[in-house]
C-alpha cells in the first residue's frame, strides 16, 4: 500500500486540474477583468481565464494547461454541460496537437459544466 500511495503522490505532481463556472460578479483579479455572466476558467485553484463564450473559455483554459509533455487531457461533463459541446471541446483541443488525447466523461457535477484534468 505505502508503494502505491508513493507512486500515486508521484503521479498527480504531473497533473493539472482545472475548472469552468460562471462569474456572479463584476470584479478584477490579478489584472484579469471578469464580468458578471462571464465564462471562467480555473487553473490549479486561480482564475486565469474570463471569456464571454462558456465552449471559448474551455479551449483557452485547456491550452493555458498544456505543457510539452502534456499527453491526456479528461473532460468531466456536468450537469449544465453538453456532450456535444464537449466533443466540439476535443477537437478543438486535438487540432492543437495530434499527440494530444482527449477522453469525455459524464460527471454530472453541479455548478461546474466542465472539470478538466491535464497530464
Not at 463556472?21 to 482564475?47: E, N, P
Not at 456532450?83 to 476535443?90: G, K, R
Amino acid at each position: 500500500m505505502d508503494e502505491n500511495v508513493a507512486e500515486m503522490s508521484e503521479a498527480m505532481t504531473n497533473v493539472v486540474s482545472g475548472s469552468v463556472t460562471q462569474a456572479i460578479r463584476d470584479t478584477t483579479i490579478d489584472g484579469l477583468d471578469i464580468h458578471t455572466d462571464d465564462w471562467m476558467g480555473i487553473i490549479d485553484g486561480k482564475i486565469k481565464i474570463s471569456e464571454t463564450d462558456r465552449q471559448q473559455a474551455t479551449i483557452d483554459m485547456i491550452q493555458a494547461m498544456l505543457t510539452d509533455d502534456s499527453e491526456i487531457i479528461t473532460l468531466i461533463v456536468g450537469e449544465d454541460g453538453t456532450h456535444a459541446e464537449a466533443e466540439a471541446i476535443a477537437e478543438a483541443v486535438e487540432a492543437l496537437d495530434d499527440e494530444l488525447e482527449v477522453e469525455i466523461h459524464e460527471g454530472d457535477q453541479p455548478v461546474y459544466p466542465y472539470l478538466v484534468s491535464v497530464e
